[in-house]
């Protein structure tokens, strides 16, 4: 493990998904589940989403489609609320979550709607 790409990785996975979120995924951690913790903070955060070529924002807007497309909704979630920490608009997660109905189907933009609504409401929520 590269300690400053697992460091890199760190911040920007705090970044995005909150410090709460980051703590509780790394407290959760046993023998087991430990190595997965490092290697996504590692690679995903450290390698893939340090790269300069796009913003946080775009990266927030490709995974919200990729992750719709592969029907995982408690990751939709809190890649919703990383999207808005990232200043993605509302109006733009609405757009993706459309383009996914189409390449998709409706059956995953409509899941998709409602965990980003209820995303959306407790961002909002933890925010006031």
């Not at 890199?8 to 959760?28: F, N, P």
């Not at 489609?65 to 997660?93: F, W």
């Not at 996914?100 to 980003?116: E, K, L, N, Q, T």
Request: hydrophobic share 45%.
């Amino acid at each position: 493990m590269s300690d400053s790409r697992f460091e890199k990785g760190l911040q920007i996975r705090r970044h995005v998904l909150g410090d709460e979120y980051v703590d509780r995924a790394l407290a959760q951690a046993d023998a087991f589940s430990q190595p997965l913790q490092e290697l996504v903070t590692e690679y995903c955060w450290g390698t893939v989403w340090a790269r300069r070529d796009l913003a946080l924002a775009e990266r927030s807007l490709i995974n919200l489609a990729m992750i719709s497309a592969l029907n995982r909704p408690h990751e939709l979630k809190i890649h919703v609320k990383g999207a808005l920490r990232n200043g993605v608009s509302r109006e733009k997660i609405r757009e993706v979550l459309l383009q996914v109905a189409i390449y998709c189907g409706v059956p995953a933009s409509v899941d998709s709607f409602r965990v980003a609504r209820e995303a959306i409401a407790e961002f909002d929520a933890a925010e006031t």
